[in-house]
């Protein structure tokens, strides 16, 4: 529940204060629900140590949250995770001319993806976004156009299809539309392979033929996706495309530009 009040004049010093990038970031981060330190980097700063700093004045100033994950004593302290604050949410409010009453900002909401049990999973999938918005932003001729997460892909095309997100990336004189399936290694491969039915159904029924990008964890666990996908593949027509790999490795490789 909303517990201070943000006054006019607050929204005032904060319009004076924020940045453009800022705006797009905080922005950027309510559409995804979460986003970690190296993805925000990658997204809007040149350097780890710029956005840390710019990251910390945006939590001070409360229009950020941020939080770290317990990881396994093995595995190191996992990175910082950033959630919009309640300020953030009537910044964002005021632009859009929503009265904040209006504009459905909860914190246990929010903060609540700290303790999903799909955390995991949504972060991941929000790295390929961050990988392509760090690619866009190196290469002038490429631009990720659209990028829509799971909940608002549910709404369009649930129950034929669950994706992840769905994309529309444009690189020169090309765009393409694809949708994504990220990866976690949890699910069985047959069962991974199984969801191209429902995108079969989808073609079939919308009469629009959209490439499945397939993004899994390991070089040997996309080999033996393909290979269920080609099984797959000779019952039904969907484009599709892998790759493999941790969304932000800190590599200089083009990631998921690469795939498509």
Known sequence: MSTTRITPRMLHQFAIRLTDRDRRLIRLIREHRVLTAAQISEMFFDTDDAARKRLLSLTRMGLLERFR?????????APYHYVIGETAAAVLASEDGIDFGDYG???????GIAFSQSLAHTVGTNGIAARLYGFARRHPDAELLTWWPENRCTAAWSPIARPDAFARWREGDRTIDFFLEYDTGTEPLDRVARKLEGYAELTESSRI???VLFWVQGE???????????HHLAQM???IATGHGATLDGSVDDGPASAL
Request: proline content about 15%; overall charge positive; charged content about 35%.
């Open 105 to 111: 900002y909860r914190r246990d909401r929010v903060i």
């Open 69 to 77: 994950p317990n990881l396994p004593p093995t595995m190191g302290t």
């Open 237 to 239: 027509f969907v484009p």
């Open 209 to 211: 033929v959209t490439p």
């Open 220 to 230: 040997r666990r996309e080999a033996n996706l393909r290979k269920k996908l080609k």
